[in-house]
């Protein structure tokens, strides 16, 4: 295969596994809050202390600065939009929901520094308990991130749903930023640590935005912060899985493979980066205050289906109200 070794069937099954546990998880902690503080507050205090030291120490596939920032980091962000979701004082401050994007914002900076760090290393071999292989793809990859990360747009427009789940829900954020995103972060995943691309990229990508298109749509984010948070804490905790076990694939460290999956992230966002600046053009919008795409269908499904205004009237469009 161009992007990896030859997959076991077993392989595959376990890719199946991780894909509906991280769903099926990603469920549970939105839809209950004391689910939730289990797996997000008491949970990691617990590996903290007692597991991680161990497990992603040093020399450890998992113990570089960027899996210890990344695991605190995507539970800070999970705990943020639980704050937001349920303390209504705090989602009716305006100021507040800078936060989504800034943890998002720092999330995918981290990444872009860390395919700018590989890329520099001139590796070719094992780099921190990982096989890296650097080249023009990190920096390529790089620049895509910066791309998707200043495309980040309509914060501003965040409420929390009126259901019982209250998920915080974001109309701006539609599919097209949503696909460049998983093309770069996959592409980051596997410039970076290939041998977890399997699992860590296809798979945890893929876990946030199924629930994002056809379960809870405009909850992308808080949907990718859970599922990141969780796959986080189990790799930190059983690095092996995706290294060294039965059911681990690796990347076939091709550098034509490398170079194609950073070039179609680049492109991608590039594409976006685009779309975005003709609708702020043509709309006369601003980026960093307005939402640029109330205008789209997307946009209007997603707020009409979540606002406690939803009743009134049923066939008028979100931007005409």
Known sequence: MFLFAPIPWYSWVAWFVVLGALIGLNEVTRRWKWAGLAFF????????LFVWPITAGAGSSTGTWFHW????SALAGCLGFMAIRYLPKLAANRWVLIFPAA?????????CIRDFQVGAMGA???V?????????WNYLNGIAGLINLITICGWFGIFISKDASKDMIWPDMLWFWIIAY???N????????GDHAF???????ISCTIPAFFIKKGAWLQHRASTLALWMMFTMAVPNFVTNSQFSVSASHNPAALMTVSVIALAANVAVLIYQAYTAITRHKNVLTDELYDHLAGYQEVSVANRADALLGAGEPVAAR
Do not use: H, Q, R
């Open 41 to 48: 507050v008491a949970l990691p205090v617990i590996l903290t």
């Open 199 to 205: 699992y860590a990229g296809a798979a945890l990508l």
């Open 128 to 136: 921190d308990g990982v096989f890296m292989v650097s080249g023009a």
């Open 103 to 111: 943890i998002l914002a720092i999330n995918i900076a981290e990444a």
């Open 182 to 184: 998983d093309l770069w």
């Open 69 to 72: 920032v990344k695991v605190y």
């Open 186 to 193: 996959f592409a980051y995943v596997y410039n970076c640590v």
């Open 124 to 126: 070719n071999g094992m």
